[in-house]
């Protein structure tokens, strides 16, 4: 199959991002989710929150918005960050196809430097360990790392 | 220069004075080791680091990361003159060490994690700013002599 490559037994095609979440991974990170509940909307709005104020050069992907605390507008986009990666969390077998569209729209209208999903990662990485810090052990800490970096990895496949 | 505010200095401060920096220190470079497994390429001799567990209990990495976190208190001392007072640090991590900068970065943000696993609600947004500042500016310091 031209195209394709064996990793760990398995075909897998040059789309796939090439970082594997293990079955433990995987674990994690539901359980992970499962604990952060109805919170996810709340929990994304602070993540946007803790990102724009360490991060200021974020700030110029919303020139539209409202960033003080407690916007609105920020809540509402932290929702749907939120919303995304419980799909996310629902698909980690096929994330390439969960988040085609959303892929599509990184890719050919938002645009968003790939340095910033890292910025964003890193702050919903301090935002669940704040919230929930018995729970935030290294393997939990190591498996959402990488299942936030596979989605941004995803989120960005379609750039060039 | 990095230049901090009287708010950032009193954030960092306030915090640092309550971190148990052996605990921290042995935790913040445990945790580097397990979420990004490659930094282990520096400790070939710290035995064994096969596991989380065998990793966060490992000795030589607990009284590496005291050692570390120690260096990281006397940035907290000194956030007007990062520079100079790491000088000597960075010419030993680049010329002795071999140490990509990259690494300090990735060291630092595990700070602010574990920083935020031990304060929870009061790693505010704010506090976080700071405490982002200071192990960006530290990252920095320590690249600086790099050639």
């Given at each position: 199959m031209a195209g394709s490559f064996k990793?760990?037994?398995?075909?897998?095609?040059?789309?796939?991002p090439t970082m594997v979440l293990s079955a433990a991974d995987?674990?994690?990170?539901?359980?992970?989710?499962?604990?952060i509940g109805s919170h996810g909307g709340e929990y994304g709005a602070e993540a946007l929150e803790r990102t724009f104020m360490c991060f200021?050069?974020?700030?110029?992907?919303?020139?539209h918005f409202d960033l003080s605390?407690?916007?609105?507008?920020?809540?509402?986009h932290g929702k749907k960050v939120a919303d995304a990666l419980t799909l996310a969390v629902g698909h980690l077998d096929d994330l390439p196809n969960a988040l085609s569209a959303l892929s599509d729209l990184h890719a050919y209208k938002l645009r968003?430097?790939?340095?910033?999903f890292k910025l964003l990662s890193h702050c919903l990485l301090v935002t669940l360990a704040s919230h929930h810090p018995a729970e935030f052990t290294p393997a939990v800490h190591a498996s959402?790392?990488?299942f936030l970096s596979s989605v941004s990895t995803v989120l960005t496949s379609k750039y060039r | 220069m990095v230049h901090f505010t009287a708010e950032e200095k009193a954030a960092v401060v306030n915090l640092w004075a309550r971190v148990n920096v052996e605990l921290v220190g042995g935790e913040v470079l445990g945790r580097l080791l397990v979420v990004y497994p490659w930094t282990q390429r520096f400790?070939?001799?710290?035995?064994?680091?096969?596991?989380?567990?065998?990793i966060m209990g490992n000795p030589k990495v607990k009284a590496h990361g005291k050692k570390v976190l120690t260096s990281f208190g006397n940035a907290v001392k000194h956030m007007d003159d990062l520079r100079d007072i790491f000088a000597e640090l960075s010419e030993l991590h680049c010329d002795k060490m071999h140490v990509d900068p990259e690494n300090f970065r990735l060291l630092g943000n595990v700070i602010l994690i574990v920083l935020a696993t031990h304060f929870s609600k009061e790693?505010?947004?704010?506090?976080q700013a700071a405490w982002q500042k200071l192990t960006t500016a530290v990252a920095n310091a320590l690249a600086h002599k790099y050639h």
């Open positions: 990793l760990e037994g398995r075909w897998r095609t040059q789309k796939e995987k674990s994690n990170i539901k359980a992970a989710w499962d604990k200021p050069t974020t700030k110029t992907y919303f020139p605390h407690g916007s609105a507008q920020v809540k509402a968003v430097d790939p340095v910033n959402l790392d990488k | 400790f070939d001799n710290f035995g064994n680091l096969s596991s989380e567990s065998a790693f505010t947004p704010q506090v």
